[in-house]
């Protein structure tokens, strides 16, 4: 069974901060990693992907990958509370339509 | 550039009729399309993989004759919940991934409700 777990959470962090999400992963085939966030009854939203390993930054947004540990996470430096939100971590399957392998999200609350 | 759209947004039914929405990429050609549902407090749970010309690629559990998908061009892929009863109520979520590429786009998805 291929998996993709994180933390439920809630993780909470004051306004500012810096939060810090992780995701872990069986597959060790996996070559795409991908980060959405999902606001209450929205659909998800694509925040960031990586391919490599190590980091990649993309404004308070930093994706870190390690492959050897199977780990990817997801850094949001100066969180706003409008951050608030579901993060879903999801995993390609490079076999089977390369369907996405999703994690159940880490909820994030940014207190003001 | 990525835009998907979906269509209803919001769709209230009787039970026993059949439901279709639409899934739409704007700006790009999407060879595959996703459909997932969601229920509340739920996590995403892929239904099918649908490529473009080809029949679609249900998940284990998902009746193929009960959620019918169409995806007849690059552009366009419907999904249809036929006889639909209250258990069906969920919001349905479509993503779309263009050829060579495996970066998914979601739709703003359809919210399902089944009295």
Known sequence: QKEVEQNSGPLSVPEGAIASLNCTYSDRGSQSFFWYRQYSGKSPELIMFIYSNGD????????QLNK??????LLIRDSQPSDSAT???AVNNAGNNRKLI???GTSLAVNP | GA????HPSRVICKSGTSVKIECRSLDFQATTMFWYRQFPKQSLMLMAT???GSKATYEQGVEKDKFLINHASLTLSTLTVTSAHPEDSS???CSARNSGQETQYFGPGTRLLVL
Do not use: H, M, P
């Open chain 1, 56 to 63: 990649k930054e993309d404004g308070r947004f930093t994706a």
């Open chain 1, 68 to 73: 050897a540990s199977q780990y990817v996470s």
């Open chain 1, 87 to 89: 993060y879903l971590c």
């Open chain 1, 102 to 104: 999703w994690g159940l």
């Open chain 2, 3 to 6: 835009v998907v759209s979906q």
């Open chain 2, 50 to 52: 649908s490529n473009e």
């Open chain 2, 91 to 93: 919001f349905y979520i």
